[in-house]
């Protein structure tokens, strides 16, 4: 159903780019030459407009990195990194040289000439065609050594970079509103961002944040577990508006080392993200390898199923999201957020759970072949799960609830409204 679409995310808007090099591991990437692709997308402000004339926004993708396009092979406008070069709008290594990574190399935002030369591409490029969004990349890379055209110490614009990297994407946006840039009935208002690097003034400039390139397996180092505790901790931590990649990001296959996004993860994770700020998925580094959304029907009907568990909660998101940007309280919080009186929550280990707002707590499951979750009830309370309508005791004690797939472990108090209304949400779209 086109209208529980809200956008298409389109990251490989400036053209595909495989890796397959001795120093590599195997993967598609994105040539960082910020302007369509004009093979891939031979009608790009057209498709960008047709989507629009479904209720669909377009979302991209930028980082603060440049590549040498002309390495791509088919025709481009401009080459942005040959031309950073010569305006001297790169960060350079302290001999002078220009400094390289991640097969590229990174603006230096902070001259003044350079942040406005990037800015100036996000808005012709981007928002001038008609894009409403879009993932802004890196910021978190600047060397220790570097030599940068402002004169700062490098250790110190390590830290402010991010900050700096989300101004100019918001300027970017302000700038196009003002130049009345902005296309297919999207406002400055309309407009989104989300981040991965920041800092302490993070929050307050981009508009969300996701969580990184996670890989696409269960563990609690790098795996689905820790987008559970990556959204709990930045909640803590002031970040109040948090995501994560549906299925990971990173998948490896070379030599004996295979790791691949497998059916059963990537149905697990879309029950996640149903209970997030926003439900969005991801190719990963491996697309064809990597089960995906539309591998068979069973997922492709799990995957929209998801979508519309997302929405029927969306009435209550949205107060949530006035919270945070009034109050700063995040979306996802730690139980002690929510029972700050009961020294339980503070013992315990609650790295797996958490309280949406007050009214709803979530249980993710996140370990391979497991049908129930182990979640912790916090005395003074009954809580009703969110399927089955079974009331259970809160008495600070670990209880298993059962978690097939497509019915994720979620309780809520009994009597709360928002509870009830999820649930006559789910009934009207034949999901209870």
């Known amino acids: 159903n086109l209208s529980d679409v809200a956008g298409v995310w389109l990251q490989d808007w400036t053209g595909q780019r495989s890796f397959n ?12 030459n910020w302007e369509v692709d ?17 209720g669909i926004r377009t979302l991209t993708y930028v980082n603060c990195m440049l590549s040498d396009v002309s390495q791509r092979g088919t025709p481009y406008q401009h080459n942005y990194f040959k031309e950073a070069l010569e305006k001297k709008y790169v960060v350079r290594n302290s001999d002078g040289s220009v400094w390289t990574g991640y097969n590229g190399t990174m603006v230096d935002i902070s001259n003044p000439a350079a942040y406005n030369w990037l800015k100036d591409i996000i808005v012709k490029n981007m928002l001038g065609t008609g894009v409403c969004g879009w993932m802004c990349d890196f910021g978190e890379s600047v060397p220790l050594n570097a030599s940068l055209s402002s004169g700062q110490n490098p250790r110190q614009f390590h830290s402010q970079y991010p900050g700096l990297w989300a101004q100019l994407n918001a300027d970017a946006i302000s700038t196009a509103s003002a ?5 297919n009935n999207c406002s400055e208002e309309d407009v989104v961002f989300f981040m991965r690097a920041g800092n302490a003034l993070s929050p307050g400039k981009s508009r969300f944040f996701w969580l990184g390139d996670q890989t696409v397996t269960w563990d609690e180092h790098d795996g689905l577990a820790t987008a559970i505790t990556g959204m709990i901790s930045g909640g803590i931590s002031g970040y109040s508006l948090t995501h994560s990649d549906i299925g990971g990001y990173t998948a490896v296959h070379k030599y004996f080392i295979k790791y691949v996004r497998s059916k059963e993860l990537f149905l697990r994770w879309c029950e996640l993200s149903a209970f997030t700020l926003a439900y969005r998925s ?10 995906q959304m539309n591998s068979d029907n069973e997922t492709l009907v799990h995957f929209f199923n998801m979508t519309v568990v997302f929405q029927s909660w969306g009435f209550y998101r949205s107060d949530l999201m006035n919270q945070a940007h009034k109050l700063g309280w995040p979306v996802v919080r730690h139980m002690m ?38 979640v912790f009830l916090p005395a003074g309370l009954v809580w009703v799960h969110l399927w089955t309508g079974t009331q259970l005791l809160g008495a600070d004690e670990w209880v298993e609830v059962p978690a097939p797939i497509g019915q994720p472990c979620v309780l809520y108090p009994r009597g709360s409204s928002v509870g009830e209304q999820f649930r ?3 009934k009207s779209r034949g999901l209870l």
């Open 282 to 291: 991801h190719l990963g580094t491996l697309p064809s390898q990597n089960w």
């Open 337 to 374: 957020l929510v029972f700050p009186e009961n020294p339980s929550v503070y013992t315990e280990d609650l790295r797996f759970q958490y309280m949406l707002g007050t009214q709803l707590l979530v249980a993710p499951v996140h370990s391979r072949g497991q049908e129930e979750a182990r």
């Open 424 to 426: 006559l949400n789910l």
């Open 21 to 32: 090099g001795s120093q590599d591991l195997p993967r598609v990437g994105l040539w960082w």
């Open 179 to 183: 130049q009345g840039l902005l296309r």
């Open 38 to 54: 004009s093979m891939h997308y031979p009608n790009w402000t057209g498709l960008v407009a047709s989507l629009q004339s479904l």
